[in-house]
């Protein structure tokens, strides 16, 4: 034992975490009406490329990079709905 009859300092308390903003419920319909407008090309892609496979066996040179273009565009629609579905879920379970 101690000469003091002080009990030891208690660790100090880490301060809350700041408290996340949610995302309004407009901001999350506009994310996923422009993925779904962003997802358009991507089908216009996968039909004219099938169309050309189909006909010629293979993507003709001329549209190959516009089938890739809209591909591109199409996933980066996918990427813009998941986003906008997960960020409001994510907002709700506050545990995760």
Known sequence: MSISDTPPPAPPVPPPPPPTQKRSGCL??????FGIILLLPGVC???????S???DGSIA???APLVF???VVGIGGVALIWAAIK?????VRPGA
């Open 28 to 33: 999350t319909a506009l994310m996923a009406i």
């Open 53 to 55: 496979v189909f006909e």
């Open 69 to 71: 273009l809209g591909l």
């Open 61 to 63: 040179s001329d549209i």
């Open 45 to 51: 892609a996968l039909l004219f490329g099938g169309m």
């Open 87 to 91: 960020g409001r879920r994510g907002q």
